[in-house]
């Protein structure tokens, strides 16, 4: 009986090393999205990614997200189904289809995360959510001399913690990024307190000409110091902060494209640790007892 009882135990607890990354996570994969005739509107603070609604995504799918998609699946990259570089899939749902709509909840730096749910994808026939995301947060921006950038190099923000990175693009225009970080799940419902993904990436914009600013750059495309200008923030200055800028509430409207990828969740260190301890004093226990008989 103690033979038994011993190595069961340590078996168990053998087993949770080494499957419990797969057992707690819900979503993996990566998924390419786009806006489809949809457009995002972006302010100095926010980002809204409708109206109008993406009308060119799958009818199921729209019918399934209440009516309006805030975008689309678009084509995954080439890798294996069930790995972090293969199409976003969900064990218990499937991989959302190609051109299926999304949902995408918007975003102010006065409504600040989590925001839950953020996305939401349909499952593989289209018949109900099959995968939800919840945004933990964005990004915080980086320096503020927008004036100084050069082609693909690196970014700006137009004030210190804008959650936007601007980038001056190969024709002269503006890149504009959204980094989030959260999780994902599988089904529809709120988030549960285990079966998590990891679930990080970006939205992008680009912006060559944009109507009501005079662009400084190539054949008159607006650069980030044009938009830092525009939403009447200091241009020259590596430490704006927000209070220095005078027209926040401006707006833009264009499309947007996004990369998002889902990996499995790693438990912690002290929680693998004490799972290889417990697993030790089992066989310990199993031998000392196997000894005495």
Do not use: H
Request: glycine share 14%; aromatic share 6%; with cysteine.
């Amino acid at each position: 009986m103690y033979r038994i009882e011993g190595v069961t135990l340590a078996i168990s607890a053998l087993a949770l090393i080494l499957s419990g990354t797969d057992a707690r996570a819900a979503v993996i994969g990566t998924v390419n999205t786009s806006s489809g005739v949809a457009l995002d509107t972006v302010t100095g603070t926010s980002i809204t990614f409708a109206p109008p609604c993406d009308t060119s995504a799958s009818a199921a799918s729209i019918a399934v997200l209440g009516g309006c998609a805030m975008g689309q699946v678009g084509a995954y990259n080439a890798g294996t189904l069930g790995t972090a570089a293969g199409p976003l899939e969900s064990t218990i749902n499937g991989v959302p289809p190609v051109g299926s709509g999304i949902f995408v909840a918007g975003f102010s730096t006065s409504s600040p995360p989590p925001i839950s749910p953020f996305m939401r994808f349909v499952n593989s026939t289209q018949t109900a959510i099959g995968i939800s995301v919840e945004l933990d947060s964005v990004g915080t921006g980086t320096q503020t001399n927008c004036s100084t950038l050069v082609v693909n190099g690196g970014g700006c923000s137009i004030y210190l913690g804008a959650p936007f990175i601007l980038f001056l693009n190969a024709s002269g225009g503006t890149s504009i990024t959204l980094p989030i970080l959260g999780v994902a799940w599988d089904g529809g419902g709120a988030r549960p307190a285990t079966g998590v993904s990891n679930f990080s990436g970006s939205f992008t914009t680009q912006l060559t000409q944009v109507a009501g600013i005079t662009g400084t750059g190539t054949n008159g495309n607006v650069t980030p110091a044009d938009l830092q200008a525009y939403f009447g923030c200091p241009t020259g200055s590596s430490s704006t902060a927000a209070g220095s800028c005078t027209a926040l509430t401006r707006s833009l409207t264009s499309s947007n494209s996004g990369t998002f990828t889902a990996t499995f969740v790693v438990p912690e260190p002290q929680t693998v640790s004490m799972t290889l301890i417990g697993a030790g004093l089992c066989l310990l226990r199993f031998c000392r007892r196997r000894k005495r008989a």
